[in-house]
């Protein structure tokens, strides 16, 4: 395939403008970036000459971009479950990250969890996680698009000492790579109960002078909420506002447990929630108010979180999951509707991160982040509506091509650049050092 090349597909669902769903049309591709998306004859007197890839019987969706990672813990997939959050953490999750943390279980997870994705239709995602180089690492070897986070915390790991040289590493690495067209960078203190207010005003400072999002789970647990109230006297929100964090840069992640004035408040901010429906169902988080936030105009996007609290990394998946939660706890069937999930699940995700002027829809001028579902076979016919059958009916294993910058990453369901990596081999190596029990 050249470096310019045509995509003609039945639907194309470009995302913008919003409800559009347009019949037998062309994507042309010339450098990475979209040339123009234009009806099928038009194309083939415009670029006579192109290669044409043709997909009869596909929706071609811009990229899904997953707004909330820890990818390195696919590792730890299946390791914990059937536990409430802090449980899960103190007794499980944390002590085995201290154990075998390590900037090769980040690489060699983070390699799963983009075979993971792509084979589902993400072309971005955004991480927080420990050694973000070696996470870096996977990431450029598949091809992907991801937003890797500066993770602080206040206690010492096998990464870093203190909160001084959590950011210090993770401020180097932006330096080195920050030119990259496939990478960008986000401020990623945890929580609020693992991150002191001194450490948040560095944060502050920093984000006023980098202007990059700050990628933080908030109001995940009523837990959470009370602790917050016990030490600090606020709920978190509150204590995030009065030390200058909240602003259109804040990336929310969970934002469960929400009064209507801390709805406003970050409807005003400019901030932007992201919502992980299967995590919060799986840890019994609760249902965030999404159909509240989307009518208070707040920017929500879709992550699936780690796939040790998940356990897919699946936004397809995420996709029906939030449309029909949001349904249910809104008591309206008109809450979130497909188009406003799928909208979820690619532009507004692009806005949480800063990247919404290059990707997140299907647009002249931005990167070809494209992915195709092949909306056929009994379980897919007939077809009304190809965004309802994305949301609601068509799960990951239709996703059949995905281009990231106009690099085809996946063709007919088969990864191209991670497919010879043996990633079933270091599964079962790292499922055997995580299943041998510490000495007593």
Sequence with gaps: MTDAFLIR?????????????????????????????????????????????????????????????????????GLADDLPLLRWLQE??????????????????????????????????????????????????????????????????????????????????????????????????HAPYTVSDATFRRIANLGGELYVPMHIHLHETSEEIERSLAEHGVRPIERLRRLGLLGPNLVAVHAVHLTEEEILLLSRHGSSVVHCPSSNLKLASGFAPVARLLDAGVN??????????????????????????AKAVAGNAEAMPAHAALRAATLSGARALGLEARIGSIAEGKQADLVAVRLAGPELIPCYDPVSHLVYAAGREHVSDVWVGGERLVIDGELRNLKSLGLESLGELWQNALSTRPPS
Aim: glycine share 6%; charged share 20%; proline share 6%.
């Design 9 to 77: 597909a039945r639907w194309v669902v470009p995302v913008e403008p919003a409800g559009a769903v347009l019949e037998d049309h062309v994507v042309a591709v010339r450098d990475g970036r979209i040339e123009a998306l234009l009806p099928a004859d038009a194309a083939r007197q415009r670029f006579p000459e192109r290669d044409v890839v043709e997909l009869r019987e596909h929706a071609l969706i811009p990229g899904l971009v997953n707004a909330h990672t820890h990818a390195a813990m696919s590792l730890m997939r």
């Design 92 to 189: 499980h999750v944390w002590p085995a990250e201290m154990r075998h943390v390590s900037a090769q279980f980040v690489r060699d997870g983070t390699l799963l969890a983009c075979a993971e994705m792509l084979r589902g239709g993400t072309t971005c995602f955004n991480d927080m996680y420990f050694y973000p180089d070696a996470a870096l690492e996977a990431v450029l070897e598949s091809g992907m698009r991801a937003a890797l986070g500066m993770i602080v915390v206040e206690f010492a790991s096998s990464y870093a000492p203190d909160p001084d040289a959590y950011l210090e590493k993770g401020l180097a690495l932006r330096d080195q790579w920050n030119e990259h067209p496939r990478l960008s960078f986000c401020l990623a203190p």
């Design 300 to 325: 929500v996007a879709l992550g699936t979180d780690g796939a040790a609290s998940n356990n897919r990394m699946d936004m397809m998946q995420e996709l029906r999951q939030a449309a029909l939660l």
